[in-house]
């Protein structure tokens, strides 16, 4: 599986305005629900944040990443926001986000592709270089570019 396969503009806002965790997850879950990726929001959004309940996914770098493994996701997805302001992420550890990947995983058997997927963006995002350049992309051609 290709990382451009998965990314798609539509699932990209690099100027949010939402100042919240839970007004971001929201509209990154709205963004894969308009495109297809997930049948419902609400329930996807109750995975997403029973996942975060296990613990904080922000990782540093200004950079979260937050995922849910659910029923609900048709097709594995990404949903990619950036803001202007720090967000504070609800961790033990005080770290502010402005970088946001969410990850939508279908809770079925063989999401082995998709898991390769994930576990080769978070190896990259262990780049201090490459999260400082995520925080300055402009264009969804960068951010493939990136990951790819």
């Given at each position: 599986m290709i990382i451009k396969n998965i990314m798609s503009q539509e699932?990209?806002?690099?100027?949010?305005?939402?100042?919240?965790k839970k007004e971001i997850l929201e509209e990154l879950i709205e963004m894969l629900y308009k495109k297809?990726?997930?049948d419902d929001r609400n329930k996807f959004y109750e995975d997403v944040c029973f996942r975060e309940k296990k613990g904080s996914t922000?990782?540093?770098?200004?950079i979260a990443i937050p995922h849910g493994q659910s029923?609900?996701?048709?097709?594995f997805s990404i949903a990619i926001g950036k803001t202007t302001s720090d967000i504070e992420?609800?961790?033990?550890?005080?770290?502010?986000?402005?970088?946001i990947i969410l990850f939508a995983v279908p809770?079925?058997?063989?999401v082995k592709d998709e898991m390769s997927i994930m576990?080769?963006?978070?190896?990259?995002l262990a780049d201090d270089d490459l999260c400082e350049k995520l925080l300055e992309v402009k264009s969804y051609e960068e951010i493939v570019e990136i990951f790819s």
């Open positions: 699932c990209i806002d690099l100027n949010i305005k939402s100042t919240t297809g990726a997930i922000a990782i540093g770098n200004y029923t609900h996701v048709k097709n992420w609800d961790n033990i550890d005080n770290l502010s986000v402005r970088f809770d079925v058997e063989g576990a080769k963006i978070c190896r990259k």
